[in-house]
T-cell receptor, first 118, second 111 residues
Framework: GAVVSQHPSWVICKSGTSVKIECRSL??????MFWYRQFPKQSLMLMATSNEGSKATYEQGVEKDKFLINHASLTLSTLTVTSAHPEDSSFYICSVEPPGHLSDNEQFFGPGTRLTVL | DAKTTQPPSMDCAEGRAANLPCNHSTISGNEYVYWYRQIHSQGPQYIIHGLKNNETNEMASLIITEDRKSSTLILPHATLRDTAVYYCIVRHQHQGGKLIFGQGTELSVKP
């Protein structure tokens, strides 16, 4: 399957600081990437759809000013958690879908980034 | 979006077939059934998907009932490495690529 990388794999930060997480599609160009969040013992929750060259589309209840998404190129999307607080501690995962007919494509997921806010 | 219902957990003996059920009684005609799995602290991994016909690949088989209201993922010879949470997801043809995850089934393969 296609390779999707995330950096960093884990990060610890102080409360009030901002943290940037990168998601890279290594095998193909992607106009669309997705960001998920997963708390312990829970399922993945879709946060937003990252669109290359345009604004991200956020799911209901996700604060766009807190979770800044930048899809500056066809292979890179970044998620910045601004003014992070302990409740933002979570596992953040991105996914990429190859171009083509949307309903018949699999998505490839990154390995995830573990964020711990002290 | 159509919702899915899966048992929260299942056990399977190593080497035996693992049959994971999923109910999606409100699925519409242009929605696909996808299966992903997530091994602890990793990103989800695609397994298989289908619309109405049964599908098979190197990882698993997907059996979809004729009325499409339920499906079963079959791992023919489960190994310890198949221990994971398995997610059954339905996705609309024009949903814009979104995958909405339910709670999944935690499969434990035991020696």
């Amino acid at each position: 399957g296609a390779v999707v990388s995330q950096h960093p794999s884990w990060v610890i930060c102080k409360s009030g600081t901002s943290v940037k997480i990168e998601c890279r599609s290594l095998d193909f160009q992607a106009t669309t990437m997705f960001w998920y969040r997963q708390f312990p013992k829970q399922s993945l929750m879709l946060m937003a759809t990252s669109n290359e060259g345009s604004k991200a589309t956020y799911e209901q209840g996700v604060e766009k000013d807190k979770f800044l998404i930048n899809h500056a190129s066809l292979t890179l999307s970044t998620l910045t958690v601004t003014s992070a607080h302990p409740e933002d501690s979570s596992f953040y995962i991105c996914s990429v879908e190859p171009p083509g007919h949307l309903s018949d494509n699999e998505q490839f997921f990154g390995p995830g980034t573990r964020l711990t806010v002290l | 979006d159509a919702k899915t219902t899966q048992p929260p957990s299942m056990d399977c003996a190593e080497g035996r077939a693992a049959n994971l059920p999923c109910n999606h009684s409100t699925i519409s005609g242009n929605e696909y059934v996808y299966w992903y799995r997530q091994i602890h602290s990793q990103g989800p991994q695609y397994i298989i998907h289908g619309l109405k016909n049964n599908e098979t690949n190197e990882m698993a088989s997907l059996i979809i009932t004729e009325d499409r209201k339920s499906s079963t993922l079959i791992l023919p010879h489960a190994t310890l490495r198949d221990t994971a949470v398995y997610y059954c997801i339905v996705r609309h043809q024009h949903q814009g690529g979104k995958l909405i995850f339910g709670q999944g089934t935690e499969l434990s393969v035991k020696p």
